[in-house]
Nanobody
Framework: QVQLVESGGGLVQPGGSLRLSCAASGFTFSTYVLSWYRQAPGKERELVARITETSSIKNYADSMKGRFTISRDNAKNTVYLQMNSLKSEDTAVYYC?????????????WGQGTQVTVSS
């Protein structure tokens, strides 16, 4: 069965750092585009960062540029999100997402999310 399991969330002080991990299994990880999304209470889910299959292209939302870094290790079937200079507005549940555009159908999977809280 397909699984995406996030870890690394928690409570951090403003200005601090966290590294999120998402471990995948049950599908061919290296053929999928991977993304991190987040959702705060009362707000829409938003794209944080995206990375292509071989890490050739990385995309970030404007508010995350220079602070967040997405990376992947295909040998470990894991995608990471390094978050620096965290702000209170970064507080949200962070979700791992995998997608492949196939010949006959698209394949899309979500993790269950990990809570990130930025507070003094």
């Amino acid at each position: 069965q397909v699984q995406l399991v996030e870890s690394g969330g928690g409570l951090v002080q403003p200005g601090g750092s966290l590294r999120l991990s998402c471990a995948a299994s049950g599908f061919t990880f290296s053929t999928y585009v991977l993304s991190w999304y987040r959702q705060a209470p009362g707000k829409e889910r938003e794209l944080v960062a995206r990375i292509t299959e071989t890490s050739s292209i990385k995309n970030y939302a404007d508010s995350m540029k220079g602070r967040f870094t997405i990376s992947r290790d295909n040998a470990k079937n894991t995608v990471y999100l390094q978050m620096n200079s965290l702000k209170s507005e970064d507080t949200a549940v962070y979700y791992c997402h995998a997608k492949r555009f196939g010949f006959l159908q698209d394949y899309e999977y979500w993790g269950q999310g990990t809570q990130v809280t930025v507070s003094s």
